[in-house]
T-cell receptor, first 106, second 114 residues
C-alpha cells in the first residue's frame, strides 16, 4: 500500500483563493518530495524537504515539513488557472500518495 | 533531448500477448525506476535499479512482469501474457543520488489491453 496519505483527494477553488494539501505518514520520513502532474502529463518534481521543520517557498507555493518528519503540506496562495493539476507527495524511495486534484474556476 | 525517453508512447495489445517497453534515462543518472499509474491514482512503485542491479521489486509485480537494465543505461519492462488489468500508464523515472532535484519522469507508455 501507499506509504503516505494525502488529503483532501479533490479541491475545487475559485481563482484567487488559497489552496492547501496535506501529506501524512505513519513512519518518520528521511525526506519528502512534492510533484505536480498536469492533466494528461507526467509528474514533475517541485521540491524536496529534508530537515525537520523545514519551510521552503517557490513564488506562491509554500512547502513545510513537520517537526517529527511525519507530515508535510503544500500551500498555494492566490491560485491561478495554471495551478490546475494533481499534487503528489512522495516519501522515501518515492512511494507516492494518492494525490490531491486541484481544479480552479476562473 | 536530455530528458527521460520512453518508447512507445502508446501500445494496444490483445489479451495474452507479450509487450515490452523501453526507457532511456538521463545519461548521468544511475538510478532508474518503473511505476504504474491508473486513472485517479498516484504512481505505483514497481521496481528500481541502481546501475544494472535491480535493488527492489514490488510485491505487486507478478511473475508476468520482468525488468532489465543490462548495461546500466536503458531499461526494458516486459509484461507476459497481458491481462486487461494491466491496462495503465507505465512511467519511468531516473535520478542521481545526492542531488536534490528529485526524480525526472518520462512521458510514459500507455498500455491498453483489449
Amino acid at each position: 500500500g501507499q506509504q503516505v496519505m494525502q488529503i483532501p483527494q479533490y479541491q475545487h477553488v475559485q481563482e484567487g483563493e488559497d489552496f492547501t494539501t496535506y501529506c501524512n505518514s505513519s513512519t518518520t520520513l528521511s525526506n519528502i518530495q512534492w510533484y505536480k502532474q498536469r492533466p494528461g502529463g507526467h509528474p514533475v518534481f517541485l521540491i524536496q524537504l529534508v530537515k525537520s521543520g523545514e519551510v521552503k517557498k517557490q513564488k506562491r507555493l509554500t512547502f513545510q515539513f513537520g517537526e517529527a518528519k511525519k507530515n508535510s503540506s503544500l500551500h498555494i496562495t492566490a491560485t491561478q488557472t495554471t495551478d490546475v493539476g494533481t499534487y503528489f507527495c512522495a516519501g522515501s524511495l518515492v512511494r507516492f500518495g494518492a494525490g490531491t486534484r486541484l481544479t480552479v474556476k476562473p | 533531448d536530455t530528458g527521460v525517453s520512453q518508447d512507445p508512447r502508446h501500445k494496444i495489445t490483445k489479451r495474452g500477448q507479450n509487450v515490452t517497453f523501453r526507457c532511456d534515462p538521463i545519461s548521468e543518472h544511475n538510478r532508474l525506476y518503473w511505476y504504474r499509474q491508473t486513472l485517479g491514482q498516484g504512481p505505483e512503485f514497481l521496481t528500481y535499479f541502481q546501475n544494472e542491479a535491480q535493488l527492489e521489486k514490488s510485491r505487486l509485480l507478478s511473475d508476468r512482469f520482468s525488468a532489465e537494465r543490462p548495461k546500466g543505461s536503458f531499461s526494458t519492462l516486459e509484461i507476459q501474457r497481458t491481462e486487461q488489468g494491466d491496462s495503465a500508464m507505465y512511467l519511468c523515472a531516473s535520478s542521481q543520488p545526492g542531488q536534490p532535484y528529485g526524480y525526472t519522469f518520462g512521458s510514459g507508455t500507455r498500455l491498453t489491453v483489449v
